[in-house]
């Protein structure tokens, strides 16, 4: 493995998925006994449910859901 001339590195498929790094994963590196260590970064809970918004599909228009939530009356 070498790092390219940006400072990039690519993390292997098997430890991306053994240790889920998946794309948008925040990460971050730890200097600890001359060694560069890298860790998931800890997300708030607001920060999980911010990532999280707007991600759903449902297959539906607006005017859909509006008509399936009045049904309700």
Known sequence: MQISERGQVTIPLEYRAKF?????TEVE???RNNELVLVRKQTTQSQAIRALRGKKKIGMTTN?????LRDGD
């Not at 889920?20 to 948008?24: C, D, E, K, N, V």
């Open 29 to 31: 590196f730890i200097a």
């Open 20 to 24: 889920g790094f998946l794309p948008h």
């Open 64 to 68: 859909q859901l509006m008509e399936l």
